[in-house]
Each structure stands twice: as structure tokens, then as C-alpha cells.
């Protein structure tokens, strides 16, 4: 199985921060990594998906970079409706895997 | 627009089968291709992928679960179901259906829609 290892788990930041999360594979995956963002009680929402294309209906705040093993999602000015958990996930390959989560939170 | 609809006991004891059904509205299985997929969600292990099923039939599964999962699909009645067997406490989870898409733009493919989850809890 690939797995996904996100970093930080926790990431504290402030309206209007630039916040970066990163997401790592065990092995490549070319550019087969989505992004979703959770908030409580509610589904994951899908942001970002080939690593960085922009879902529809999603603000351009959000972007994401990277192939291979190694990738990025990045919100550049933070807002207070995105203090969510955001997760990756491996497209790649069955079984399909998703990081661990990065709850991002309010300072 | 479609929208996706688990349902399904919120209780199994152990070692029973639980059975889940994701109801589509707003599309139709039989004409639509997508691969609608069953993923679950617990504080201790995260997001986890049990399985799918394309609308055509053709299914994958988590070989961690080994043969535990079963998943089909009733054109009839726009549904798609899940089965896993042999239950135990760490079978309890929030259970999501989720639809996944193919991008022509990209050539990948992604969780576009999702269900709004069912908690189940596995106890006697």
C-alpha cells in the first residue's frame, strides 16, 4: 500500500496567514493526489485533484503543486470559513490511501 | 443536481454483517459511469477506503479487509450497497458513500460527491 504522511498535524494560523500543507508519499505517484477539506460533522469536500487543478466552484485562494512523492496545498490568505481538517489522497493505485489529516486551527 | 444518501442500522452486534445502501437522487446508475465507493472515517485510523463498484458492475476492494467486503449495485432501484461481515468494535466508524469521477482534463480520477456519512457502531 502507498501511504500518505501529512505534516504538521496541527497548524495554528491567523486570518489572512498564508498557510502551506505539505503530503507525502511512500512512493511515487505521479500527479494522482487529490485534496479534500472536512469540516465537523460534515463529508470531505473535494479542492484540489491531479495535484493542481482547481475544483470547480473552489476560491483561488487555494492551490496546490508538487509530483512524485512530494506535495504541497497552499491557501494563501486564510478565511475563517477554511478552519477545517484537510486531507490528501492517493489516486495512483489500488488500495486508494489518505494522509493522516492537518487540522488547521485558529491561533 | 445528484446527491448521495447512506443508509443503514446505526447498530450491529459482533460478529453480524453490516449492510449499508448509498441511494442516488437526482441521476440514474444506468446511464451515468462512475465508480461509487465506500469509505469510512474513525478518530483512531482516519479516512479508509473499503471498496468500489463501477456502474457497469466491475469492483475493487481494500485487500485489508480481505474478503470481509462485498459491494453491488441495484440499477432498479438507483442504489448502491455494502457488506462486511464478521463485524467487531473496530468496525465502528462513520461509513460515507462517494461518487468518483473520471477528468477528461486531467486523467485522473476523484471524489466529486459524497454522501453525508452514517455512524454505525458495532456493540452487544
Known amino acids: 500500500d502507498i501511504e500518505m504522511t501529512q505534516s504538521p498535524s496541527t497548524l495554528s494560523a491567523s486570518v489572512g496567514d498564508r498557510v502551506t500543507i505539505v503530503c507525502r508519499a511512500s512512493q511515487s505517484i505521479t500527479s494522482y493526489l487529490n485534496w479534500y477539506q472536512q469540516k465537523p460533522g460534515d463529508a470531505p469536500k473535494l479542492l484540489i485533484y491531479?495535484?493542481?487543478t482547481l475544483h470547480s466552484g473552489v476560491p483561488s485562494r487555494f492551490s496546490g503543486s508538487g509530483s512524485g512523492t512530494d506535495f504541497t496545498l497552499t491557501i494563501s490568505s486564510l478565511q475563517p470559513e477554511d478552519f477545517a481538517t484537510y486531507y490528501c489522497?492517493?489516486?495512483?493505485?489500488?488500495?486508494?490511501?489518505f494522509g493522516g489529516g492537518t487540522k488547521v486551527e485558529l491561533k | 443536481q445528484v446527491q448521495l444518501q447512506e443508509s443503514g442500522p446505526g447498530l450491529v452486534k459482533p460478529s453480524q454483517t453490516l449492510s449499508l445502501t448509498c441511494t442516488v437522487s437526482?441521476?440514474?446508475?444506468?446511464?451515468?459511469?462512475?465508480?461509487c465507493n465506500w469509505i469510512r472515517q474513525t478518530a483512531g485510523k482516519g479516512l479508509e477506503w473499503l471498496g468500489r463498484?463501477?456502474?457497469?458492475?466491475?469492483?475493487n476492494h481494500n485487500p485489508s479487509l480481505e474478503s470481509r467486503v462485498t459491494i453491488s449495485v441495484d440499477t432498479s432501484k438507483n442504489q448502491f450497497s455494502l457488506k462486511l461481515t464478521s463485524v467487531t468494535a473496530e468496525d465502528t466508524a462513520v461509513y460515507f458513500c462517494?461518487?468518483?469521477?473520471?477528468?477528461?482534463?486531467?486523467?485522473?480520477?476523484?471524489?466529486?460527491?459524497w454522501g453525508r456519512g452514517t455512524l454505525v457502531t458495532v456493540s452487544s
Open positions: 463498484i463501477y456502474t457497469t458492475g466491475r469492483t
Open positions: 437526482g441521476g440514474s446508475i444506468s446511464t451515468d459511469t462512475y465508480y
Open positions: 489522497q492517493n489516486s495512483y493505485t489500488i488500495p486508494l490511501t
Open positions: 462517494a461518487r468518483e469521477v473520471y477528468g477528461w482534463d486531467s486523467g485522473s480520477w476523484y471524489f466529486d460527491l
Open positions: 491531479a495535484a493542481s
